[in-house]
Nanobody, 122 residues
């Protein structure tokens, strides 16, 4: 059974840092693009960051460029989040997409994790 399990969320003050992890199991995720999305209360799920199968190509939403870094190691994907802002508060979801080189939208996502909550206080 395919599973994506996120961890690392929590409560942090503005300006602080968190590192999210997503462990994939059930198939060889190291062959596929992975990404992070987030959904704030009352808003649609949005793209945050994506990475190709090798880790050599990444993409970021404009709102997080220069503050967040996505990386991967075998079947684990990380999201290092620095200089956090209250507007980064959301549930963060890990995603796998076998249809693209780098995940940028949710349209082709094959699998989702259940999410981890990040709360940034002002």
């Amino acid at each position: 059974q395919v599973q994506l399990v996120e961890s690392g969320g929590g409560l942090v003050q503005a300006g602080g840092s968190l590192r999210l992890s997503c462990v994939a199991s059930g198939r060889t995720f190291s062959r596929y693009a992975m990404g992070w999305f987030r959904q704030a209360p009352g808003k649609e799920r949005e793209f945050v960051a994506g990475i190709n199968w090798s880790g050599g190509s990444t993409d970021y939403a404009d709102s997080v460029k220069g503050r967040f870094t996505i990386s991967r190691d075998k079947n684990t994907v990380y999201l290092q989040m620095n200089s956090l802002k209250p507007e980064d508060t959301a549930v963060y979801y890990c995603a796998e997409d076998s249809h693209v080189m780098v995940v940028r939208t949710s349209s082709g996502v094959d699998y989702w994790g259940k999410g981890t909550l990040v709360t940034v206080s002002s």
